[in-house]
Protein backbone atom coordinates (compact mmCIF):
# COMPACT_ATOMS: atom_id res chain seq x y z
CA UNK A 1 0.00 0.00 0.00
CA UNK A 2 1.00 3.18 -0.78
CA UNK A 3 2.03 5.51 2.43
CA UNK A 4 -0.98 7.92 3.01
CA UNK A 5 0.57 11.40 3.79
CA UNK A 6 3.72 13.77 2.57
CA UNK A 7 7.21 11.89 2.51
CA UNK A 8 10.22 14.01 3.54
CA UNK A 9 12.87 14.81 1.14
CA UNK A 10 15.53 12.38 2.51
CA UNK A 11 18.63 14.04 0.06
CA UNK A 12 17.72 17.26 1.53
CA UNK A 13 21.47 18.22 3.05
CA UNK A 14 20.33 19.78 6.24
CA UNK A 15 18.02 16.76 7.48
CA UNK A 16 19.61 13.57 5.33
CA UNK A 17 21.57 12.50 7.93
CA UNK A 18 18.26 12.03 10.43
CA UNK A 19 16.61 10.02 7.61
CA UNK A 20 19.46 7.53 6.92
CA UNK A 21 19.54 6.57 10.72
CA UNK A 22 16.02 6.21 10.90
CA UNK A 23 16.36 4.01 7.56
CA UNK A 24 18.77 2.03 10.48
CA UNK A 25 16.10 2.37 13.30
CA UNK A 26 17.84 4.63 14.97
CA UNK A 27 16.87 8.27 16.25
CA UNK A 28 19.34 10.69 16.34
CA UNK A 29 19.67 14.56 16.48
CA UNK A 30 21.95 17.13 16.14
CA UNK A 31 24.27 17.88 18.71
CA UNK A 32 26.35 21.02 19.38
CA UNK A 33 30.11 19.67 19.65
CA UNK A 34 31.04 23.34 21.24
CA UNK A 35 28.32 23.59 23.69
CA UNK A 36 26.31 19.94 24.47
CA UNK A 37 22.70 21.45 23.74
CA UNK A 38 20.56 19.27 21.42
CA UNK A 39 18.80 20.85 19.02
CA UNK A 40 15.32 19.87 16.82
CA UNK A 41 14.51 20.72 14.29
CA UNK A 42 17.94 20.46 12.23
CA UNK A 43 19.52 23.81 11.93
CA UNK A 44 22.91 24.80 10.24
CA UNK A 45 24.13 26.57 13.68
CA UNK A 46 23.56 26.06 16.81
CA UNK A 47 20.60 28.26 18.89
CA UNK A 48 22.48 28.11 21.54
CA UNK A 49 25.82 29.52 21.52
CA UNK A 50 25.78 29.76 17.59
CA UNK A 51 28.84 26.82 16.40
CA UNK A 52 27.97 25.50 13.26
CA UNK A 53 25.94 22.46 13.95
CA UNK A 54 27.96 18.79 12.46
CA UNK A 55 27.52 16.03 15.13
CA UNK A 56 24.46 13.77 15.18
CA UNK A 57 24.14 12.04 18.13
CA UNK A 58 21.66 9.17 19.33
CA UNK A 59 18.42 9.64 21.34
CA UNK A 60 17.28 7.91 23.81
CA UNK A 61 14.16 7.18 21.74
CA UNK A 62 11.68 7.95 24.90
CA UNK A 63 9.37 10.90 25.41
CA UNK A 64 6.55 12.48 27.45
CA UNK A 65 3.53 13.35 26.10
CA UNK A 66 2.88 17.31 26.50
CA UNK A 67 -0.37 17.45 24.34
CA UNK A 68 -1.69 15.65 21.50
CA UNK A 69 -4.47 15.84 18.75
CA UNK A 70 -6.59 13.88 16.36
CA UNK A 71 -6.49 14.49 12.73
CA UNK A 72 -10.08 13.42 12.12
CA UNK A 73 -10.13 15.25 8.66
CA UNK A 74 -7.39 15.49 6.36
CA UNK A 75 -6.11 18.62 6.32
CA UNK A 76 -4.09 18.17 3.31
CA UNK A 77 -5.15 16.29 0.88
CA UNK A 78 -2.05 13.86 1.02
CA UNK A 79 -3.65 12.75 4.70
CA UNK A 80 -7.21 11.20 3.16
CA UNK A 81 -6.61 7.47 3.72
CA UNK A 82 -4.52 8.22 6.85
CA UNK A 83 -7.15 10.01 8.72
CA UNK A 84 -8.01 9.63 11.80
CA UNK A 85 -4.61 9.96 13.17
CA UNK A 86 -3.18 11.07 16.24
CA UNK A 87 -0.40 13.34 16.82
CA UNK A 88 1.31 14.70 19.96
CA UNK A 89 3.87 17.48 21.24
CA UNK A 90 6.44 15.52 22.83
CA UNK A 91 9.07 16.30 25.78
CA UNK A 92 12.25 14.52 24.97
CA UNK A 93 14.90 13.90 27.89
CA UNK A 94 17.52 15.18 26.00
CA UNK A 95 15.86 19.03 26.41
CA UNK A 96 13.96 18.97 23.42
CA UNK A 97 10.70 18.97 22.13
CA UNK A 98 9.45 17.03 18.80
CA UNK A 99 6.10 16.61 16.89
CA UNK A 100 5.37 13.35 16.45
CA UNK A 101 2.59 10.87 15.85
CA UNK A 102 1.68 8.29 17.84
CA UNK A 103 0.60 4.49 17.31
CA UNK A 104 -1.23 2.48 19.84
CA UNK A 105 0.74 0.29 22.44
CA UNK A 106 0.11 -2.70 19.59
CA UNK A 107 2.03 -0.61 16.46
CA UNK A 108 -1.59 0.67 15.12
CA UNK A 109 -2.93 4.40 14.06
CA UNK A 110 -4.20 5.47 17.17
CA UNK A 111 -7.72 6.66 16.19
CA UNK A 112 -9.34 6.56 19.46
CA UNK A 113 -7.09 8.25 21.57
CA UNK A 114 -5.73 5.49 23.62
CA UNK A 115 -3.12 7.56 24.39
CA UNK A 116 -3.01 10.39 27.31
CA UNK A 117 -0.81 13.43 28.12
CA UNK A 118 1.93 12.94 30.52
CA UNK A 119 1.91 9.05 28.85
CA UNK A 120 5.75 7.44 27.66
CA UNK A 121 5.91 6.81 24.37
CA UNK A 122 8.82 5.06 22.83
CA UNK A 123 10.09 6.14 19.17
CA UNK A 124 9.51 3.18 16.47
CA UNK A 125 9.62 3.21 12.70
CA UNK A 126 8.01 2.74 9.83
CA UNK A 127 8.84 1.90 6.22
CA UNK A 128 7.39 4.11 4.04
CA UNK A 129 8.69 3.01 0.83
CA UNK A 130 11.75 1.58 -0.33
CA UNK A 131 13.64 4.58 0.24
CA UNK A 132 12.31 6.37 2.98
CA UNK A 133 11.85 5.36 7.05
CA UNK A 134 9.72 7.51 9.30
CA UNK A 135 9.52 7.80 12.59
CA UNK A 136 6.41 7.22 14.57
CA UNK A 137 6.02 6.82 18.73
CA UNK A 138 4.58 3.99 20.85
CA UNK A 139 2.57 4.11 23.25
CA UNK A 140 4.23 2.54 26.05
CA UNK A 141 1.10 1.49 28.80
CA UNK A 142 0.26 -2.13 28.47
CA UNK A 143 1.42 -3.74 31.94
CA UNK A 144 4.59 -5.35 31.83
CA UNK A 145 5.94 -3.20 28.90
CA UNK A 146 9.61 -3.42 29.87
CA UNK A 147 9.61 0.68 28.27
CA UNK A 148 7.75 1.89 31.60
CA UNK A 149 10.72 1.22 33.75
CA UNK A 150 12.58 3.84 31.57
CA UNK A 151 10.82 6.62 32.80
CA UNK A 152 12.72 8.02 35.26
CA UNK A 153 16.37 7.08 33.61
CA UNK B 1 1.73 58.06 21.51
CA UNK B 2 3.85 60.69 23.95
CA UNK B 3 6.00 63.05 21.72
CA UNK B 4 5.34 65.96 19.74
CA UNK B 5 4.47 63.23 16.73
CA UNK B 6 1.30 61.53 17.81
CA UNK B 7 -0.37 59.17 14.60
CA UNK B 8 -3.73 58.61 13.97
CA UNK B 9 -5.31 56.46 11.37
CA UNK B 10 -7.60 58.99 9.18
CA UNK B 11 -9.35 56.13 6.69
CA UNK B 12 -10.58 52.87 6.17
CA UNK B 13 -11.06 51.01 3.41
CA UNK B 14 -12.51 47.50 3.01
CA UNK B 15 -13.51 45.74 -0.46
CA UNK B 16 -16.57 42.65 -0.95
CA UNK B 17 -14.96 39.71 0.96
CA UNK B 18 -15.42 36.18 0.14
CA UNK B 19 -15.05 35.14 -3.95
CA UNK B 20 -13.34 37.53 -6.28
CA UNK B 21 -12.71 35.08 -9.54
CA UNK B 22 -10.42 36.70 -11.87
CA UNK B 23 -9.20 39.32 -9.73
CA UNK B 24 -5.75 39.39 -8.93
CA UNK B 25 -4.45 40.44 -5.56
CA UNK B 26 -2.43 43.55 -6.04
CA UNK B 27 -6.01 44.64 -7.83
CA UNK B 28 -7.77 44.08 -4.74
CA UNK B 29 -5.36 45.99 -3.25
CA UNK B 30 -5.77 49.36 -5.19
CA UNK B 31 -9.40 48.73 -4.60
CA UNK B 32 -9.04 49.21 -0.80
CA UNK B 33 -6.85 51.85 -1.31
CA UNK B 34 -9.04 53.98 -3.13
CA UNK B 35 -12.30 53.20 -0.56
CA UNK B 36 -9.35 54.27 2.40
CA UNK B 37 -8.40 57.19 0.91
CA UNK B 38 -11.83 58.10 -0.20
CA UNK B 39 -12.91 57.56 3.47
CA UNK B 40 -10.40 60.12 4.43
CA UNK B 41 -10.90 62.97 2.15
CA UNK B 42 -7.96 62.38 -0.07
CA UNK B 43 -6.43 60.98 -3.20
CA UNK B 44 -3.68 59.37 -4.74
CA UNK B 45 -1.87 62.61 -5.07
CA UNK B 46 -2.07 63.07 -1.05
CA UNK B 47 0.06 59.99 0.10
CA UNK B 48 3.64 60.12 0.02
CA UNK B 49 4.32 56.48 1.51
CA UNK B 50 3.12 53.09 1.13
CA UNK B 51 2.93 50.27 2.68
CA UNK B 52 2.18 46.49 1.48
CA UNK B 53 1.85 42.88 3.03
CA UNK B 54 3.44 40.57 0.83
CA UNK B 55 0.64 37.04 0.25
CA UNK B 56 1.76 34.37 2.03
CA UNK B 57 1.72 32.12 -0.89
CA UNK B 58 3.30 34.20 -3.60
CA UNK B 59 5.33 36.62 -4.37
CA UNK B 60 2.19 39.38 -5.21
CA UNK B 61 1.20 42.03 -2.54
CA UNK B 62 4.72 43.97 -2.94
CA UNK B 63 5.33 47.99 -2.51
CA UNK B 64 6.52 47.97 -6.14
CA UNK B 65 4.00 46.13 -7.73
CA UNK B 66 0.98 47.79 -6.05
CA UNK B 67 2.93 51.35 -6.15
CA UNK B 68 2.96 50.96 -10.35
CA UNK B 69 -0.66 49.84 -10.15
CA UNK B 70 -1.37 53.18 -7.98
CA UNK B 71 0.72 54.78 -10.57
CA UNK B 72 2.01 56.78 -7.73
CA UNK B 73 5.79 56.91 -6.57
CA UNK B 74 5.67 57.70 -3.07
CA UNK B 75 8.68 59.20 -0.79
CA UNK B 76 8.46 56.01 1.49
CA UNK B 77 7.60 52.49 0.23
CA UNK B 78 7.82 49.34 2.19
CA UNK B 79 6.34 45.38 2.10
CA UNK B 80 6.07 43.36 5.18
CA UNK B 81 6.76 39.72 5.13
CA UNK B 82 3.60 38.91 7.20
CA UNK B 83 1.90 41.71 7.54
CA UNK B 84 -1.03 40.99 10.29
CA UNK B 85 -3.28 44.57 10.19
CA UNK B 86 -1.20 46.15 12.87
CA UNK B 87 2.12 45.16 11.94
CA UNK B 88 1.72 47.13 9.28
CA UNK B 89 -0.04 49.79 11.20
CA UNK B 90 3.17 49.95 13.57
CA UNK B 91 5.49 50.02 10.28
CA UNK B 92 3.82 53.00 9.11
CA UNK B 93 4.01 54.96 12.54
CA UNK B 94 7.02 54.53 12.84
CA UNK B 95 8.10 55.94 9.16
CA UNK B 96 5.70 58.95 9.99
CA UNK B 97 7.53 60.29 13.70
CA UNK B 98 11.06 59.27 12.28
CA UNK B 99 9.75 61.76 9.16
CA UNK B 100 10.58 59.42 6.56
CA UNK B 101 6.68 59.93 5.47
CA UNK B 102 3.78 62.01 6.67
CA UNK B 103 0.68 60.21 5.12
CA UNK B 104 0.79 56.60 4.30
CA UNK B 105 -1.57 54.45 2.60
CA UNK B 106 -1.37 50.48 4.24
CA UNK B 107 -3.06 47.96 2.14
CA UNK B 108 -3.28 44.00 1.71
CA UNK B 109 -5.31 42.27 -1.07
CA UNK B 110 -5.61 38.45 -1.76
CA UNK B 111 -7.00 36.17 -3.74
CA UNK B 112 -5.95 33.40 -1.71
CA UNK B 113 -9.58 31.70 -2.05
CA UNK B 114 -10.05 31.73 -5.99
CA UNK B 115 -6.33 30.69 -6.01
CA UNK B 116 -6.93 27.91 -4.16
CA UNK B 117 -3.74 28.49 -2.13
CA UNK B 118 -2.26 26.02 -0.14
CA UNK B 119 -2.75 25.87 3.75
CA UNK B 120 -1.79 22.71 4.45
CA UNK B 121 1.87 23.01 4.90
CA UNK B 122 2.89 24.60 8.13
CA UNK B 123 4.44 27.69 7.48
CA UNK B 124 8.32 28.25 8.48
CA UNK B 125 11.30 26.06 10.14
CA UNK B 126 10.48 22.50 10.74
CA UNK B 127 7.54 22.29 8.35
CA UNK B 128 8.91 19.15 6.89
CA UNK B 129 9.58 17.54 10.10
CA UNK B 130 5.87 18.36 10.94
CA UNK B 131 4.48 17.01 7.85
CA UNK B 132 6.05 13.71 8.18
CA UNK B 133 4.59 13.79 11.14
CA UNK B 134 1.22 14.66 9.63
CA UNK B 135 1.12 17.51 11.81
CA UNK B 136 -0.51 20.00 9.24
CA UNK B 137 -2.17 23.46 8.73
CA UNK B 138 -2.68 25.38 11.55
CA UNK B 139 -5.35 23.53 13.30
CA UNK B 140 -2.74 20.61 14.44
CA UNK B 141 -0.65 23.08 16.73
CA UNK B 142 -3.65 25.19 17.74
CA UNK B 143 -5.67 21.92 18.79
CA UNK B 144 -2.08 20.73 20.76
CA UNK B 145 -2.35 24.00 22.15
CA UNK B 146 -5.88 23.57 23.31
CA UNK B 147 -5.70 20.00 24.27
CA UNK B 148 -3.11 21.02 26.87
CA UNK B 149 -4.96 24.03 28.37
CA UNK B 150 -7.75 21.37 28.71
CA UNK B 151 -5.22 19.16 30.73
CA UNK B 152 -3.80 21.97 32.95
CA UNK B 153 -7.27 24.07 33.65
CA UNK B 154 -9.76 21.79 32.85
CA UNK B 155 -10.94 24.26 29.97
CA UNK B 156 -13.86 22.47 28.09
CA UNK B 157 -14.89 22.37 24.34
CA UNK B 158 -18.02 24.35 25.45
CA UNK B 159 -16.28 27.21 26.95
CA UNK B 160 -13.87 27.38 23.97
CA UNK B 161 -17.09 27.04 21.60
CA UNK B 162 -18.21 30.46 23.11
CA UNK B 163 -15.76 32.23 20.72
CA UNK B 164 -17.10 31.05 17.52
CA UNK B 165 -20.65 31.57 18.91
CA UNK B 166 -20.08 35.14 19.84
CA UNK B 167 -18.28 35.73 16.79
CA UNK B 168 -21.04 34.68 14.55
CA UNK B 169 -23.72 37.09 16.77
CA UNK B 170 -21.74 39.94 15.75
CA UNK B 171 -21.30 38.81 12.50
CA UNK B 172 -25.07 38.79 12.09
CA UNK B 173 -24.83 42.78 12.50
CA UNK B 174 -22.38 42.93 9.90
CA UNK B 175 -23.12 43.16 6.13
CA UNK B 176 -19.51 42.90 5.32
CA UNK B 177 -19.64 39.13 6.82
CA UNK B 178 -19.52 36.00 4.77
CA UNK B 179 -20.42 33.61 7.44
CA UNK B 180 -23.75 34.96 9.17
CA UNK B 181 -26.04 32.00 9.07
CA UNK B 182 -26.85 31.62 13.19
CA UNK B 183 -24.46 29.10 15.20
CA UNK B 184 -25.31 27.87 18.56
CA UNK B 185 -23.69 26.21 21.28
CA UNK B 186 -25.89 23.01 20.41
CA UNK B 187 -24.68 23.57 16.69
CA UNK B 188 -21.20 23.99 17.60
CA UNK B 189 -21.09 21.02 20.01
CA UNK B 190 -22.47 18.93 17.74
CA UNK B 191 -20.54 19.93 14.73
CA UNK B 192 -17.83 17.26 13.79
CA UNK B 193 -14.14 17.50 14.84
CA UNK B 194 -11.60 18.59 12.39
CA UNK B 195 -8.50 17.96 14.54
CA UNK B 196 -10.32 16.98 17.87
CA UNK B 197 -10.80 18.75 19.92
CA UNK B 198 -10.92 21.51 17.49
CA UNK B 199 -14.47 21.40 14.79
CA UNK B 200 -14.44 23.92 11.69
CA UNK B 201 -16.29 26.64 13.55
CA UNK B 202 -12.60 27.09 15.44
CA UNK B 203 -10.34 27.52 12.01
CA UNK B 204 -10.51 30.83 9.81
CA UNK B 205 -12.22 30.31 6.84
CA UNK B 206 -10.21 31.02 3.65
CA UNK B 207 -11.55 34.03 1.62
CA UNK B 208 -10.39 37.26 -1.05
CA UNK B 209 -10.70 40.69 -0.84
CA UNK B 210 -9.11 43.46 0.16
CA UNK B 211 -8.27 46.17 3.04
CA UNK B 212 -6.52 49.39 3.57
CA UNK B 213 -5.79 52.12 5.68
CA UNK B 214 -4.63 56.28 5.33
CA UNK B 215 -2.45 56.71 8.44
CA UNK B 216 -0.88 59.89 9.23
CA UNK B 217 0.32 62.80 11.80
CA UNK B 218 -2.77 62.90 14.34
CA UNK B 219 -2.38 67.45 13.68
CA UNK B 220 -2.91 66.70 9.63
CA UNK B 221 -5.89 64.20 10.75
CA UNK B 222 -7.51 66.60 12.37
CA UNK B 223 -8.06 68.36 9.27
CA UNK B 224 -9.26 65.39 7.15
CA UNK B 225 -12.89 64.17 6.45
CA UNK B 226 -13.33 62.06 9.39
CA UNK B 227 -12.90 61.62 13.32
CA UNK B 228 -9.13 60.66 13.96
CA UNK B 229 -8.85 57.49 15.78
CA UNK B 230 -4.85 57.97 17.44
CA UNK B 231 -2.44 55.44 17.82
CA UNK B 232 -2.13 55.93 21.65
CA UNK B 233 0.72 52.91 21.75
CA UNK B 234 2.27 49.97 20.37
CA UNK B 235 4.17 46.82 21.47
CA UNK B 236 5.65 44.00 19.29
CA UNK B 237 7.96 40.77 20.25
CA UNK B 238 9.11 38.01 18.47
CA UNK B 239 9.76 33.91 19.86
CA UNK B 240 11.62 32.87 17.07
CA UNK B 241 13.23 30.19 19.66
CA UNK B 242 11.45 27.87 20.36
CA UNK B 243 12.99 24.27 19.95
CA UNK B 244 13.23 23.30 23.67
CA UNK B 245 10.14 24.34 24.55
CA UNK B 246 6.99 22.21 24.33
CA UNK B 247 5.20 24.96 25.89
CA UNK B 248 5.66 27.37 23.13
CA UNK B 249 2.54 26.13 21.79
CA UNK B 250 0.70 27.89 24.49
CA UNK B 251 2.56 31.45 23.41
CA UNK B 252 3.26 32.63 27.33
CA UNK B 253 5.53 35.34 25.44
CA UNK B 254 2.54 37.33 24.90
CA UNK B 255 2.13 37.32 28.39
CA UNK B 256 5.32 39.55 28.07
CA UNK B 257 4.26 41.44 25.19
CA UNK B 258 1.11 42.30 27.26
CA UNK B 259 2.89 43.24 30.03
CA UNK B 260 5.16 45.88 28.37
CA UNK B 261 2.10 47.10 26.78
CA UNK B 262 0.86 48.05 29.79
CA UNK B 263 3.63 49.47 31.77
CA UNK B 264 4.88 51.25 28.77
CA UNK B 265 1.26 52.81 27.90
CA UNK B 266 -0.26 53.54 31.22
CA UNK B 267 -3.61 51.72 29.81
CA UNK B 268 -5.18 48.83 31.88
CA UNK B 269 -7.46 45.94 30.75
CA UNK B 270 -10.34 47.40 31.77
CA UNK B 271 -9.89 50.57 29.79
CA UNK B 272 -10.52 48.42 26.84
CA UNK B 273 -14.44 48.86 26.05
CA UNK B 274 -13.93 46.72 22.48
CA UNK B 275 -11.04 44.14 22.16
CA UNK B 276 -9.86 42.61 18.60
CA UNK B 277 -8.05 39.22 18.68
CA UNK B 278 -6.55 38.19 15.62
CA UNK B 279 -8.38 34.67 15.09
CA UNK B 280 -6.83 31.84 12.99
CA UNK B 281 -7.91 30.16 15.38
CA UNK B 282 -10.54 30.16 18.50
CA UNK B 283 -7.76 28.95 20.26
CA UNK B 284 -5.94 32.45 19.54
CA UNK B 285 -8.56 34.12 21.03
CA UNK B 286 -8.79 32.06 24.29
CA UNK B 287 -4.58 32.36 24.84
CA UNK B 288 -4.99 36.07 24.29
CA UNK B 289 -7.86 36.93 26.69
CA UNK B 290 -5.75 35.33 29.34
CA UNK B 291 -2.24 36.39 28.32
CA UNK B 292 -3.40 39.90 27.67
CA UNK B 293 -4.76 39.85 31.22
CA UNK B 294 -8.79 39.79 30.17
CA UNK B 295 -8.67 36.76 32.50
CA UNK B 296 -6.89 35.19 34.82
CA UNK B 297 -4.38 31.96 33.12
CA UNK B 298 -6.38 28.76 33.04
CA UNK B 299 -9.68 31.49 33.61
CA UNK B 300 -10.39 32.19 29.78
CA UNK B 301 -12.99 30.17 29.42
CA UNK B 302 -14.85 30.30 32.14
CA UNK B 303 -14.92 34.50 30.91
CA UNK B 304 -16.77 33.14 26.84
CA UNK B 305 -18.55 31.42 28.75
CA UNK B 306 -20.05 34.14 30.92
CA UNK B 307 -21.07 35.78 27.32
CA UNK B 308 -18.84 38.55 28.03
CA UNK B 309 -17.54 38.87 24.27
CA UNK B 310 -20.89 38.87 22.97
CA UNK B 311 -23.32 41.78 21.80
CA UNK B 312 -24.43 43.24 25.21
CA UNK B 313 -21.57 41.86 27.18
CA UNK B 314 -18.80 43.62 29.17
CA UNK B 315 -15.87 42.85 26.96
CA UNK B 316 -16.90 42.73 23.08
CA UNK B 317 -14.62 40.92 21.18
CA UNK B 318 -14.08 40.49 17.77
CA UNK B 319 -17.76 42.77 16.95
CA UNK B 320 -16.91 42.25 12.81
CA UNK B 321 -17.00 38.61 13.35
CA UNK B 322 -13.57 38.38 13.40
CA UNK B 323 -11.68 35.56 10.54
CA UNK B 324 -13.66 32.79 12.28
CA UNK B 325 -16.91 34.82 10.25
CA UNK B 326 -16.01 37.86 8.54
CA UNK B 327 -13.36 37.54 6.49
CA UNK B 328 -9.55 36.41 6.62
CA UNK B 329 -7.65 39.30 6.42
CA UNK B 330 -4.99 38.85 7.99
CA UNK B 331 -6.29 40.85 11.39
CA UNK B 332 -6.60 43.81 8.83
CA UNK B 333 -10.61 44.17 8.90
CA UNK B 334 -10.46 43.64 12.37
CA UNK B 335 -7.87 47.21 12.81
CA UNK B 336 -10.81 48.45 10.16
CA UNK B 337 -13.55 47.69 12.32
CA UNK B 338 -12.16 48.92 15.55
CA UNK B 339 -12.17 52.88 13.72
CA UNK B 340 -15.31 52.20 12.37
CA UNK B 341 -16.29 51.78 15.57
CA UNK B 342 -14.48 54.26 17.85
CA UNK B 343 -15.56 56.71 15.37
CA UNK B 344 -19.42 55.23 15.85
CA UNK B 345 -20.21 53.94 12.54
CA UNK B 346 -20.73 50.68 13.13
CA UNK B 347 -24.57 50.57 13.13
CA UNK B 348 -26.28 47.84 14.61
CA UNK B 349 -23.43 46.02 16.12
CA UNK B 350 -22.09 49.56 17.76
CA UNK B 351 -20.25 49.31 21.04
CA UNK B 352 -22.09 52.55 22.70
CA UNK B 353 -19.35 55.10 24.21
CA UNK B 354 -16.47 53.48 23.10
CA UNK B 355 -13.17 55.55 23.46
CA UNK B 356 -10.88 52.99 23.90
CA UNK B 357 -9.74 49.69 21.46
CA UNK B 358 -7.25 47.08 21.73
CA UNK B 359 -6.53 45.34 18.68
CA UNK B 360 -3.94 42.32 19.18
CA UNK B 361 -2.25 40.00 16.44
CA UNK B 362 -0.04 36.87 16.16
CA UNK B 363 1.76 34.99 13.50
CA UNK B 364 1.67 31.69 14.76
CA UNK B 365 4.50 30.66 17.34
CA UNK B 366 6.75 33.61 16.04
CA UNK B 367 5.72 37.07 16.51
CA UNK B 368 2.94 39.30 18.65
CA UNK B 369 1.67 42.91 18.17
CA UNK B 370 -0.66 44.78 19.83
CA UNK B 371 -2.07 48.55 19.46
CA UNK B 372 -4.62 50.65 21.11
CA UNK B 373 -6.34 53.02 19.57
CA UNK B 374 -8.33 55.76 21.05
CA UNK B 375 -10.23 58.69 20.05
CA UNK B 376 -9.50 60.41 22.85
CA UNK B 377 -6.49 63.09 22.12
Redesign the interface.
Known amino acids: MTYP ?5 TD ?1 AL ?1 APFWAAAREHRLVAQRCSRCGAY ?5 EVC ?1 ECLAPLAEWAPLSGRATV ?8 A ?5 ED ?1 VP ?1 T ?5 LPE ?7 ILTSTGDADRD ?1 EVR ?1 GDEVRADFLEADDDVT ?2 RWRAARAAGDDYSEAKHD | MSGSRGVAIAGVGATAQGELPGRSANGIAVEAIELALADAGLTKHDVDGLITCRNLQAHVGIDEQIGELLGVSPRYGATLDYGTGNFSLHLAAMAIRSGLAETIVLAYGTNQRSAKADFGIAVGGGAEMAAANGVVHVAGRAALAFRRHQFQYGTTEEQLGWVSVAQREWAQRNPLAIFRKPLTIEDYLASEPFVAPLRRADLTMISDGGAAMVVTTAERARDLAKRPVNVAAMAQRTAFRADHDAESLSRPWLGKLAEELWSKSGYRPEDVGALYIQDATSVWVLQMLEWYGFAPLGQGGELLASGATRPGGSLPVNTNGGQLSEAYMWGWLHLVEAVRQLRGEAGERQVPGLEVALDVSSHDFLKGAASILTTRS
Not at chain 1, 39 to 43: A, L
Not at chain 1, 75 to 79: E, G, K, Q, R, S
Open positions: GILPDDTCWTPSPWSLAVYRRMHPAFAYVAMLEGIRMLGMGILV
